[in-house]
């Protein structure tokens, strides 16, 4: 009886603390927390991670390399460049069905493509903020199932020695012009139009959609598009993901943005860690550490990629001043995969 | 043994080896049939392999009630017929000339026909993209300027282009098919005819082509099928000018922006594969069941004797030298290029001030020694599992007489006739369900195997036409002495058939090298190959980086054909 009275008694004096004093009880645990994850991600040893190619395997080495300098730690990483997401995605929920321990520690996909693991309930929740307090709270998504890591922006681009700076689109409407009819390349992803959904509403969206097709574009995936758009086979590209822009600007490549059009639609990099993964405190530590100013600088010098919420980064420099759209969780979960088959079938995709 | 071939007695295996090739034939059947069975109840489900959904009809309806599907049905057609006389157009001749007469330079020609595989086709594609773009072709430049054109004369965005393209990157797996063929073929008739006083064209329709026509006719049904299921031409030269083929809509479907592959929906349109299988496949056994006609060695004396070309040899040495040009020369001029500038462009004398190695600097960046290492023992263990099973295979549907033998020629042939994608997923997800009996998912055994099985189909249609050519005669005079069957495989029909095996080692080897699908699909960290390096470099943008890569390995790989080709031909004259 006296025990539990004390247990009763040391449980209220606990609960006054931290009612008292929350910032500093909260800051106590992340103290602890921090360390304890660092231990735990050594015991590991090893993080296996799937993300996009243009990191490389230099990257991610150098991610990790950085990271190890950071916390004390030798740990390794696995690295499996991929340049298609629903792939991945299927695996992990095969594998989840299977109940086979997950391939992959981490993985790095689109704001787009998270959406059937959050639904299907297989990510990992974790008190980002409480942890890490370097980790900007915008960038904490899906009730703490995962951070972004950073964003790529999408408008219109163009050939600089064949479009004269008149002519150069300032509104997205401006890419229906007919002149660009025959010189116009369109992306086989339909992301960026069920985006601009959100803004612009389905029906004038598919008007827009119908009109671009009327150009009678060629027509490809984001890689193929851009080389075209590079060696000046086609003048214009009605939107251009900003890896391929900042690769162009620095190989001194004849291709910009039309830095004009608003809005700029926004896709967000996700970094998340599926239940039940082998190495989840390494993964952790390695998903936050992207965010870090020194994860960032990697992230730029390899994937032409940053977080436009952590100050300094160039992403963060590109959105000031700039009108933004970002994608709606809900929108995304409910209507995306339809709209996109939508809007691909009147651009000419199957 | 007059006496023994005039009977015609057909060879019988017994036991005990007739029960092991059995079991080996029965075992390679059971590794393609499972995966080729799990395609095609996907097909009949919504949602990914192992989602528990009722059986429905709704992918078939979704794939074939839709009147653009028969539209893309038109495309595949036209576009496979069209590829196939582009790959016969050149194919056939080379192989006469290279095995069958007395052409300089033979062991080039045979080395640079095993080498434009390694060229990635994507780049390949960019090239033809480079050279006859109506908008910056430097082909159509040169073209417009001579003739005084205002548009274009060349475009490559229709089916003709695309058909002229695969056919030229599709000829030598089709050389490779045929040639073992006419390198065993007997000159005894071919000398009947020049005695008779036929020249050298009309020998070659009428003796050789004739002679040759199983070996011929299964490089035609097999390149038919690789040709509707090949993505590389129809996606980067067909789709963006929206012609659409039966691949582009696997790929679509298997590949969506967001969401879940639709593996179903994929397996619904690769059942058109299936089917156009099946078909062929009944046309092949209609062929090698009346194979007796085709033998060309026999006991009574095998001496090839190389045809001389005479007055013909320089315009023999152009055809090949032209064949070249298109499949090697331009490519990798192409590829040297590209590899050179920091980003596509066509050449001009801004261009060439910009010329760098930057890009095989960064090479080491994108590699390491772990997929190097993974793509050695891939391209090592790969062929030589796929040579072992064809052997056994085509051993049993030519030479046996074991009822349901064509049966297992079309079972040989069923993994070529599913889309890579699906054969992926379908034995990825086999490995995942029975992890525990089989650990092979995410290593690098799951990737061997799926190659050893996906080219079990090349092998077999090689072997066969090299053993139709055999006459039983050898065989059963060393039955008469008492020597087992196995001994027999190993002591008469392996050293006459020699050629056949090692070409077809050699390229599935290179054709492994390349395969990308398969193992991107089956990737884990563990098991990352060479070939899918590339194609992420590529998929990421870095187009003059994946040159480089691309130019680094045909290097490798010249220096691969060329040993392997030593030590394969030293093997062979000693069997």
């Known amino acids: 009886m006296r025990a539990s009275v004390r247990f009763l008694l040391t449980l209220l004096f606990l609960g006054l603390l931290t009612s008292v004093f929350p910032a500093q009880a909260r800051a106590s645990a992340s103290d602890q927390r921090l360390p304890r994850l660092i231990e735990a991600a050594r015991q590991e040893g090893v993080v296996d991670f799937a993300g996009p190619a243009s990191l490389t395997p230099a990257g991610a080495q150098a991610l ?74 915008q960038s904490i998504m899906l009730d703490n199932q995962a951070v972004m890591t950073d964003a790529i922006f999408a408008i219109p681009a163009y050939n600089t020695r064949l479009v004269r700076p008149q002519d150069v689109p300032k509104t997205w409407e401006d890419i229906l012009d007919p002149k660009w009819k025959g010189k116009i390349v369109v992306s086989t992803g339909m992301q960026i139009w069920t985006r601009l959904t959100q803004r612009w509403g389905e029906e004038k969206t598919e008007e827009f959609m119908r009109r671009l097709a009327d150009l009678k574009p060629i027509i490809g995936r984001y890689p193929e598009i851009h080389p075209r758009l590079e060696s000046g086979e086609y003048a214009i590209a009605a939107n251009q993901l900003s890896p391929f822009i900042t690769g162009s600007e620095e190989k001194k490549a004849p291709v910009a943005y039309a830095l004009e059009v608003k809005p ?4 967000l990099d996700v970094m998340t860690q599926v239940k039940n993964v082998r190495h989840p405190n ?15 600088e990697i992230w730029w010098k390899y994937g032409k990629r940053t ?31 339809e709209l996109i088959e939508r809007y691909g079938k009147i651009i000419g995709l199957r | 043994m007059r006496a023994l071939t005039l009977k015609m007695q057909e060879f019988r295996i017994p036991h005990p080896s007739h029960l092991a090739i059995g079991v080996l034939a029965a075992v390679a059947s059971l590794f393609i049939i499972i995966p080729v069975l799990t395609i095609i109840i996907t097909s009949f489900r919504i949602g990914l392999p192992g989602e528990t959904s009722a059986l429905t009809l709704e992918n078939y309806r ?14 595949t057609v036209f576009f496979a017929l069209g590829t196939i006389v582009v790959i016969f157009f050149f194919a056939v001749p080379a192989a006469w000339l290279i095995e069958r007469t007395d052409i300089p330079c033979r062991r080039l020609w045979l080395t640079l026909m095993g080498l434009g595989i390694v060229i990635p086709t994507f780049l390949k594609a960019i090239a033809w993209i480079l050279l006859l773009s109506p908008k910056i072709g ?60 036929v020249g050298r064209l009309k020998t070659l329709f009428f003796i050789n082509l004739r002679l040759t026509l199983p070996a011929i006719l299964a490089a035609i049904l097999y390149l038919f099928i690789t040709t509707i299921e090949v993505f590389e031409i129809p996606g980067l030269i067909g789709a963006p000018a929206r012609i659409f083929v039966f691949s582009t809509l696997i790929y679509y479907a298997t590949h969506p922006e967001v969401g879940l592959p639709k593996y179903g929906l994929a397996g619904a349109y690769g059942m058109i594969m299936l089917v156009l299988a099946f078909a062929s496949s009944y046309l092949y056994f209609r062929v090698i069941r009346q194979s007796h006609k085709y033998v060309v060695i026999t006991g009574k004396g095998y001496r090839p004797r190389l045809i001389e070309l005479g007055r013909m040899k320089s315009l023999a040495v152009l055809f090949l030298l032209f064949y070249f040009t298109l499949e090697i020369f331009l490519p990798f001029v192409t590829l040297v290029w590209a590899s050179l500038v920091p980003y596509i ?48 295979i085509s051993w049993v549907v030519i030479r046996s007489q074991v009822r349901g033998r064509y049966l297992l020629d079309g079972i040989a042939f069923l993994p070529h006739a599913v889309a890579s994608i699906l054969f992926a997923v379908a034995l990825s997800y086999i490995a995942l369900v029975y992890r525990q009996f089989f650990p092979l998912y995410g290593t690098l055994a799951i990737i061997i195997l799926a190659n050893a099985i996906k080219y079990v189909s ?40 020699g050629a056949a095996l090692f070409n077809s080692w050699l390229w599935i080897a290179l054709l492994t090298f390349r395969e990308v699908t398969m193992a991107l699909t089956l990737i884990s960290p563990k098991n990352v190959v060479l070939s899918t390096l590339v194609w992420n470099l590529w998929g990421a943008g870095y187009v003059p980086e994946a040159a480089a890569m691309g130019v680094i390995l045909v290097f490798v790989l010249a220096g691969f054909v060329v040993v392997a080709r030593k030590i394969g031909e030293k093997g062979i004259q000693t069997l």
């Open chain 1, 64 to 137: 990790m390399d950085a990271l190890n300098k950071k916390y004390g730690l030798s740990l390794k990483v696995n690295f499996s460049p991929l340049t298609s997401y629903t792939g991945l995605v299927a695996k992990i929920i095969a594998e989840a069905q299977a109940a086979q321990t997950p391939t992959y520690d981490v993985i790095l996909v689109t704001d787009a493509h998270i959406v059937s693991l959050y639904s299907r309930n297989l990510l990992e929740s974790f008190d980002w903020a409480g942890t890490f307090p370097h980790i900007p709270p």
């Open chain 1, 264 to 267: 700029i639609v926004v896709l």
């Open chain 1, 282 to 296: 390494a993964a952790k530590l390695f998903m936050a550490f992207s965010l870090t100013p020194e994860g960032q």
């Open chain 1, 307 to 337: 977080s436009p919420f952590v100050k300094g980064t160039p992403a963060w420099k590109f959105v000031q001043g700039k009108e933004l759209l970002f994608g709606d969780k809900d929108f995304l979960l409910k209507r995306e995969e």
């Open chain 2, 62 to 75: 979704e794939a074939f009630l839709d009147p653009f599907t028969w539209q893309v049905l038109k495309n």
């Open chain 2, 138 to 197: 430097i082909l159509n430049k040169l073209f417009m300027e001579i003739l005084g054109l205002d548009t274009a004369p060349i475009s490559i965005y229709n089916l003709w282009g695309m058909s002229f393209i695969q056919g030229i990157i599709l000829t030598p797996p089709a050389f490779f098919m045929i040639a073992a063929a006419y390198k065993s073929m007997d000159p005894s008739l071919e000398e009947a005819a020049f005695v008779s006083g």
């Open chain 2, 345 to 392: 462009q066509v050449p001009s004398a801004e261009a060439f001030s910009k010329i760098t190695l930057a890009n095989y600097l960064k090479v080491p960046d994108y590699s390491g020694w772990k997929p190097i290492l993974n793509t050695v023992l891939l391209m090592l263990s790969a062929p030589t599992i796929s040579i072992f099973l064809s052997l056994i």
């Open chain 2, 458 to 497: 090349f092998g077999t249609r090689t072997l066969n036409g090299a053993l139709i050519q055999i006459h039983r005669e050898l065989e059963e005079a060393a039955q008469m002495t008492g020597a087992s069957n196995l001994r027999i495989l190993r002591k008469i029909v392996i050293p006459l058939i």
